[in-house]
């Protein structure tokens, strides 16, 4: 089994990309913090890939500093780089992502909403079927879950 759930926020903007297929794929950075032994907080900074409509709904409704929820898998990438040495990065390919926070608008500092939204399979380039499906809870949400 190779699952992942983690909380956080956005370090930095979406990346929105689209393969030459036409596919979206983005690029989230997310900051999980977790208090250690000795009271001080210990960071670790997680990449993740999102497919499909999904990345185009988080990089319509995340920004740097959002709250995400991401429920995905493990995925080793490993490259030569030109000097021979040999490199790998470890990311989560999200399966789901919870909008944790409400984006505010430009216009009075509204909360925007939007319906819990679930997308058709997308075929991830590693020839995985990943399940894309993007929920933004508001603080109204009484299941949460945690």
């Not at 699952?3 to 689209?18: A, F, P």
């Not at 999200?94 to 909403?113: I, M, P, Y």
């Not at 997308?122 to 508001?138: H, K």
Request: charged share 30%; with cysteine; net charge negative.
């Amino acid at each position: 089994m190779n699952k992942v759930i983690i909380t956080g926020n956005l370090t930095r903007d979406i990346e929105l990309k689209y393969t030459p297929s036409g596919s979206p794929v983005a690029t989230i950075g997310v900051a999980n913090n977790e208090r250690g032994k000795d009271l001080k907080d210990i960071v670790t900074f997680i990449d993740v890939e999102v497919w499909g409509k999904t990345a185009e709904n988080c990089d319509q409704y995340l920004s740097k500093g959002s709250p995400v929820l991401i429920d995905g898998r493990l995925k080793l990438d490993q490259w030569t780089q030109l000097d021979g040495q040999k490199r790998n990065k470890l990311k989560i390919v999200a399966n789901r992502v919870q909008f944790l926070g409400n984006k505010q608008t430009d216009a009075g500092d509204q909360n925007s909403e939007v319906a819990s939204q679930e997308t058709s399979h997308e075929q991830a380039p590693d020839g995985d079927d990943t399940r894309q499906q993007v929920e933004n809870l508001t603080d109204d949400d009484e299941n949460l879950p945690f």
